[in-house]
């Protein structure tokens, strides 16, 4: 936890959000955020990393109260479980820059009623990395070479809002020096239901993720909710699948009650999440896990609240292994202040031990500004990692939509300590759309290390998005890392197609 202390989670300025990855399946990825903070099912999203990068294009697929479902508009970008974002979605902040979304082209089946929709993609990525050691002979070179097709589709139209959903993924690694080859195929997600409608009656049955749970998780398996817009209630049970491959698992068998409340009108809005999970295996004694969300919106102030406990196997004794707090109080149409708090203890999963790297507290405070031509967000916090050490941490962040010939400008600094070494990463960017695609640049620079044996890494990526015939899309990016230890180059090129 040393590299990124601070990372705002959940801090939400008009249309201007920095959000938390809960989960992801292939093209899918999970927030914690929702309508309370102003995401609608439809919204195309511009995201960025914590750096400043911009990433790609996001759409909301499903939204509630305080989560959401998102989806990859065109190129899929890497995103890891855990990793912080900075989305946009307002007209006068990104939409300069940003490339816009084609038109989905829906496939009509034989019935009429039924349409097709999804996306296919195949990529290649070559890596090569140069490592040298304080303590050995020369330096040691590797190559890696990876490749992937993607396939996700969504078949809409059946009675009583039910819909299909099948993702998957099938990929082919090996390296040199030679090193087994590592080929795998990797089911995201493949589901029959209504799960996500308006209907009083709603079911999934397969691979599906529960989105109507705080920290929930993954499901082979059925779920069954029943209730209105106001309270509705509800279960799932079934198996974990495997983590390392997302196979059908066999050993973790889990079960799990929610209630879902959610009032309030023009003025203010109120929206509560409980639910109760247990897992248990033929070896090992249940786990239990109680977790609950609520946010709080009254006019200009909005307060999100997320908890989880665990019982813990040995002694029986109940922990809290994960707490946030998120506030925010507009005070004029362009100004924002936000406050946070976060707190983690190594979480039990399936599988998994506990893990002491993942215990870490912090708190932060600060001020977003938006506008017709950018936005800037300035921060202060406070980290304690594993070790128990507090360290001050020094954030911003800007982007300008425009700097002349239609190039946009976006950047990003940090500042902290390290065992009383200074640390710091800055970051630059430009942008500009040519037609109907886009070129980015963008610089890095990354300190850390200790006073005696400072480690300063540059970073350069350029990439390349455009349109091909037949509805087909390119993408080509080209990324470079070096420093006095690690040197490595990579280069990615993919083609998809969506419908």
Sequence with gaps: MLGWPGVAVGQVEGRVVTVQ????????????????????????????????????QLVVKRATTTRSVVTFVGEVFAVTRGQALRLYWAPDVMAAVAPRAKPRRRRRTRSSSLRSSGRVAVDVTQLQSTTRFLVGEGDVSRRFTTSAARFRTTVSGLPHDIRIRFNARASGRFSTPASPVRNSLQLYEASIGNAGSRRPFQFAVGRFFNRFAAYSQYYDGALVRV????????????????????????????????????????????GLDLNLQRVWSDSSAPHWVLAAEQSIRAGVFRWTQRARAERQLDDGHWLLTDARSDVQLRVSRAVTLFSRYHRRQGAWRPGLLFI??????????????????????????????????WTMVFGSSFTVT??????????????????????????GGLRRRVGQGNVQARYSLYRTGSVNLPL????????????????????????????????????????????
């Design 456 to 499: 300063l890494t540059h970073g350069a990526d350029v990439s390349v998005r455009a349109p091909l015939p037949g509805g087909l899309s390119m993408t080509l990016r080209l990324q470079s890392r070096f420093g006095s230890f690690l040197r490595s180059v990579s280069a990615y090129s993919g083609v998809w197609m969506t419908w």
């Design 356 to 389: 002491d790297s993942t215990r870490f507290e912090e708190m932060g405070s600060g001020l977003r500004a938006a506008g017709p031509n950018g936005s800037w967000t300035g921060e202060v916090s406070r980290f304690r990692g594993f070790d128990g050490t």
């Design 227 to 270: 209730g209105g817009p106001h309270l509705a209630i509800g279960g799932a049970a079934g198996v974990e699948p495997d983590r390392g491959n997302e196979r059908f698992g066999t050993q973790w068998r889990k079960a799990e009650a929610f209630v879902n409340v959610e009032g309030g009108g023009r003025s203010g809005r109120y």
């Design 402 to 427: 425009r700097i002349g010939l239609g190039v946009g400008l976006n950047g990003s600094g940090r500042y902290w300590t390290v065992n009383g070494s200074p640390a710091y990463y800055v970051s």
């Design 21 to 56: 990855v809960e989960q992801l399946a292939g093209r899918t990825l999970y927030f914690g955020i929702g309508r309370d903070s102003g995401l609608a099912t439809g919204d195309t999203l511009t995201v960025e990393n914590v750096e400043g990068r911009v990433l790609g």
